[in-house]
């Protein structure tokens, strides 16, 4: 069945690193791929999202490209602040149903 | 601003009561979901929804009802709580097409402890 797999966490970074969160999928056809971030105490929001391969979703500095050929969908951002400390879940919907399938979540931590 | 509204941020229930967690949405969305999120284990699709008084199982469904008799309200029902239904519970709301994706909106979440 479809699924998510990313990197496990925690990450720590200092303030201005550059980061890298992996995420690859299984899936049949061609599903949909999204990262929301969870902020402490809140819900999931949607980050970004890439709905057909080569696309690439970026929002807030952050950017991930929809490789079909290695089946991922990386998260980066160049330059990390404070603020991003959070959760990040890579997540996929298929295109046969609307349900998501979710990784297990990556907690980053950006330290001063 | 469009909203997932969950009734409580934070509960504490016994062992054997039944527990009702309330989810409403503005959006007028067709799709709604309950997760559970417990650390090491991400989220893990309890109910699910596509429209009114219609229901379908996710992955974890044992120990757990939902009830749909409004399109915009969702309610997840703990029959009979256990600790081990201790975790964070989300609800999550969309539209349905199977040509256009768009992405959950999500409630900030009920905390649920069972002692």
């Known amino acids: 069945g479809d699924s998510v797999t990313q990197m496990e966490g925690p990450v720590t970074l200092s303030e201005e690193a550059f980061l890298t969160i992996n995420c690859t999928y299984t899936a049949t056809g061609y599903p949909s791929l999204f990262w929301y971030v969870q902020y402490p105490g809140e819900g999931l929001q949607l980050l970004l999202k890439a709905t057909k391969a080569d696309d690439k979703g970026s929002n807030k500095g952050f950017e991930a490209t929809y490789r079909k050929e290695t089946t991922s969908f990386h998260l980066e951002k160049g330059s990390v602040q404070v603020s991003d400390s959070a959760v990040y879940f890579c997540a996929l919907k298929s295109n046969t149903g609307n349900q998501f399938y979710f990784g297990t979540g990556t907690s980053l931590t950006v330290i001063p | 601003d469009v909203k997932v509204t969950q009734s409580s941020r934070y509960l504490v229930k016994r062992t054997g009561e039944k527990v009702f967690l309330e989810c409403v949405q503005d959006?007028?969305?067709?799709?709604m979901f309950w997760y559970r999120q417990d650390p090491g284990l991400g989220l893990r699709l309890i109910y699910f929804s596509y429209d009114v008084k219609m229901k379908e199982k996710g992955d974890i469904p044992e120990g757990y009802s939902v009830s749909r008799e409004k399109k915009e309200r969702f309610s997840l029902i703990l029959e009979s709580a256990s600790t081990n239904q201790t975790s964070m519970y989300l609800c999550?709301?969309?539209?349905?097409?199977?040509?256009?994706?768009?992405?959950?909106?999500f409630g900030s979440g009920t905390r649920l402890t069972v002692v």
């Open positions: 999550a709301s969309s539209f349905f097409s199977l040509r256009y994706n768009y992405g959950y909106t």
């Open positions: 959006m007028d969305h067709e799709n």
